[in-house]
């Protein structure tokens, strides 16, 4: 945003990976909101991408201010106000500067109560429920999906979810209700009964049943500062190594 001569080093970054949708931080950040503040500056940005052929996706939420917080329902209008956000910049904005779509990282199953299910996974889906609803209102044509964590259809805090009168594992629930869903299937080989296939098959398949798209997810980041196990991530292998496996992965899913 600040510096567009980055542009180029975007680019040619994302050309060279085939690289085609852009998950764009459009959040608050150490205490700067540019999307109010300077709407222009994104709007500049993404006339730029939209020119390069590029899709560009709000990405909403953010540990700098303890967004996972926003699951609990009286944080709710919180995190409604996230996408009013984009909603409003969308309206104030020509159609090409628009955001194509919104990618939300809400990320609540770091909070403490989480494991006392369903405390907060059933105010999780209300949440979602009260966003996709306040997009749907305002009857704009963006593509609304969730980050859920690769275990949302296993871990037993995520199994067996009523909601609604209907009992689902968490991450079907969260498929009915948003356009899409990306998984973060964090892991760093692409078969075998821990790989990247084995946690995106449920999600891939009822996503294919309800015509709705998954996106998989993979780690990239240095993350030994978090205590995570390396094997969370390609960082350590590269790129080449990265890409051998996610081309398994394609192959996988490729008729679905």
Same mark, same amino acid.
């Given at each position: ?21 852009? *998950?764009?931080? $459009?959040?608050?950040?150490?205490? %700067?909101?540019? #999307?109010? /503040? ?50 409003? *910049? ?6 090409? /500067? ?29 949440? #979602? ?8 209102? =305002? ?19 995520? +199994? ?6 209907? +009992? ?40 294919? +049943?309800?015509?709705?798209?998954? %996106? ?8 030994? $500062? ?20 996610? $081309?398994?992965?394609? =192959? ?5």
């Amino acid at each position: 945003l600040e510096n567009p001569g980055a542009r180029a080093i975007l680019d040619e970054f994302c050309s060279a990976r085939g690289i085609t949708t852009i *998950y764009f931080y $459009a959040d608050t950040y150490d205490g %700067v909101f540019y #999307l109010k /503040e300077n709407p222009g500056l994104y709007r500049s940005f993404i006339a730029w991408a939209h020119s390069e052929g590029y899709y560009i996706h709000a990405l909403l939420a953010s540990s700098f201010y303890c967004a996972p917080m926003w699951a609990y329902s009286r944080y709710h209008d919180k995190a409604v106000d996230l996408m009013e956000n984009v909603l409003n *910049y969308n309206i104030s904005s020509a159609a090409y /500067e628009h955001f194509d779509g919104v990618n939300i990282d809400i990320e609540p199953h770091g909070l403490p109560d989480w494991l006392a299910k369903p405390v907060v996974q059933v105010q999780e889906l209300d949440m #979602l429920e009260k966003m996709i609803n306040r997009k749907l209102a =305002a009857g704009q044509n963006l593509n609304v999906g969730y980050a859920i964590p690769r275990w949302c259809d296993s871990n037993s805090e995520c +199994t067996n979810i009523l909601w609604k009168g209907v +009992t689902k594992d968490l991450a079907f629930h969260v498929q009915d209700l948003m356009d899409y869903i990306s998984i973060m299937d964090y892991r760093d080989v692409a078969g075998g009964p821990s790989g990247i296939i084995k946690y995106g098959q449920d999600e891939i398949d009822y996503g294919t +049943t309800i015509g709705k798209p998954v %996106v998989i997810g993979v780690e990239t980041d240095w993350i030994s $500062a978090t205590g995570d196990p390396e094997k969370i991530s390609f960082h350590e292998e590269g790129s080449d190594f990265m890409e051998t496996e996610l $081309a398994e992965v394609y =192959a996988a899913f490729d008729s679905e």
